[in-house]
């Protein structure tokens, strides 16, 4: 009889534990979830930022290329109309994006794969914005080095030629680093915490295993 007893406490015993545990993987489940969604929103308000604005430069940046190249102001149109269209465009690439975090937040199943999606999503970006920087940056440093020089009038032609070449190799490494150390402050936290939550996440399913 009092081993009975002792069973039936024992299965109750385990039973309890069984379903606090479980408690406590829904509530770390829903914990990560929340964090998630908070540093997603803010990923997507910082987004909708830049597409805003890149794609009012690109548009407003591309008529005054089309207007200097009418006024002949051959140099700055040309470069303007190589650098404003890439800010279009990158604000463009930006809305694809936008819309894709969108998506993937409504249709996706699982939280993991949601997260996992949005770190590559931000990563693209990431490399769309240093590239289109380092383009950028190192055509109109060869620009207005270009026209800075012209006017010093004791150098020789091939030595302002020699100097704007050596500028425009040194700048794409210039911007690349001041790029890339924007673009880390910008959402390089945000990464990290996505990406700790995927940690968790994983650290969850296998504990659920055991």
Do not use: C
């Not at 308000?45 to 548009?59: C, M, V």
């Not at 020089?149 to 020789?156: A, F, H, M, S």
């Amino acid at each position: 009889m009092e081993l009975e007893v002792l069973k039936t406490i024992w299965l109750e015993t385990v039973e309890k534990k069984s379903i606090s545990e479980e408690l406590s993987r829904d509530d770390i489940r829903q914990a990560i979830e929340l964090k998630s969604n908070t540093v997603i929103s803010k990923i997507r308000k910082r987004l909708r930022f830049k597409i805003w604005a890149q794609t009012s430069i690109g548009l407003l940046g591309s008529i005054m290329a089309v207007t200097l190249l009418l006024k002949e102001e051959i140099a700055f149109g040309i470069t303007y109309l190589v650098v404003f269209p890439m800010f279009l465009a990158l604000g463009i690439h930006k809305l694809k994006h936008y819309r894709m975090i969108i998506d993937f937040q409504r249709a996706s199943p699982s939280l993991r794969e949601t997260i996992f999606q949005i770190i590559d999503i931000v990563k693209k970006v990431i490399a769309a914005q240093i590239l289109t920087a380092v383009i950028t940056g190192t055509v109109f440093a060869a620009l207005f080095s270009y026209l800075g020089l012209e006017k010093i009038t004791w150098l020789e032609p091939w030595q302002q030629i020699s100097m704007v070449v050596l500028i425009s190799l040194i700048s794409p490494l210039l911007f690349y680093k001041i790029a890339k150390r924007g673009q880390q402050k910008m959402f390089g936290n945000y990464l990290k915490i996505l990406e700790e939550n995927v940690t968790e996440l994983d650290e969850q399913n296998e504990n659920q295993k055991i």
